[in-house]
DNA sequence: GCCGAGTTGATACTAGGTCTCAACTGAGAC
DNA sequence: GTCTCAGTTGAGACCTAGTATCAACTCGGC
């Protein structure tokens, strides 16, 4: 079964419908070898307006398809994801983004949480550096 | 000396001038009891123009003299910082901010960049939850 | 075939900024 | 004092990343 299919088929048995417009955007964001601009896809996916590509990416972001990764200048890009909960790190030079499967602060949680007297519900992370090939590139250089 | 003045050193020493509307943007920061927007700063701050603020706003963040929240539903505040590297904690249900002087990944750290093979350079975290006062308030609720 | 909820897209609008550029300021050189 | 010029300012245009509106459309179920 595809990725289109599977995904299609979660859709469905969530109650939205699989439209072509869906499909289309789905179809689109499944093309993209890695993160994306939601404009970009906008611009890039004939078969969906801008409003549906948005309201599909946070469709799918909702449902746990797309994760939304925010770039060391600040802007969001959205990746295929791979996992449930996890969080990324960025390379600040080529832009590669790599999944990190397991979670850096899950254990830190409880204590933060009894020294805060916070109940903690959720946070966002995000590592920033230079990847092995970034690294290497530079060492030749230099 | 006032916080103020703590300030105006800071960027006299940093090669900034210290104009009027500087001074305007760090008195109305000054004056903010908790987080607050940028926009709703240049509003409110006669004194400085909108560009103006939002640059000194940029310009103290870069100093660490603010630093910049991302709340749970992805709009930034803006809070006069009490520390070096630090992360919040943001209550959702009220908006209180709270800094946490520790950080919750600085261990993992290290072992994610061997796994990885990336050089980490900069982190972003912040965690959600539930404050005190507002699970003491619904517990009694309830 | 009909109904009504779900979906769509053009367009307007918003938040949160940045850019442009001519005018202004002010610390230091003379 | 006054010249000078880099630093600064503000009005307004522009930009990105969306969300809101709303009339039109679609389609599964009856
Ligand atoms: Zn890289
Ligand atoms: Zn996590
Ligand atoms: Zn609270
Ligand atoms: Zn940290």
Redesign the pocket.
């Known amino acids: 079964m595809s990725d289109l299919e599977q995904i299609s088929l979660e859709l469905e048995a969530r109650g939205?419908?699989v439209?072509?417009?869906?499909r289309a955007v789905i179809a689109a964001i499944l093309a993209r070898k890695n993160h994306f601009?939601?404009?970009e896809l906008a611009k890039r996916c004939r078969?969906?307006?801008?409003?549906?590509v948005?309201?599909?990416i946070?469709l799918l972001s909702d449902l746990g398809v797309v994760c939304r990764v925010l770039m060391d200048d600040g802007?969001?890009r959205y990746l295929v994801s791979r996992s449930g909960h996890h969080h990324h790190l960025v390379c600040t030079e080529c832009g590669t983004v790599q999944d990190l499967d397991q979670c850096a602060v899950s254990g830190a949680l409880r204590e933060i949480a009894d020294a805060s007297g916070y109940e903690i519900e959720g946070h966002w992370l995000e590592l920033y550096g230079r990847c092995a090939a970034c690294r290497a590139r530079t060492a030749v250089l230099a």
Chains 1, 2 share one sequence.
């Open positions: 939205y419908r439209t072509p417009s869906r601009a939601a404009d078969g969906a307006g801008r409003a549906t948005f309201r599909t946070r802007s969001p």
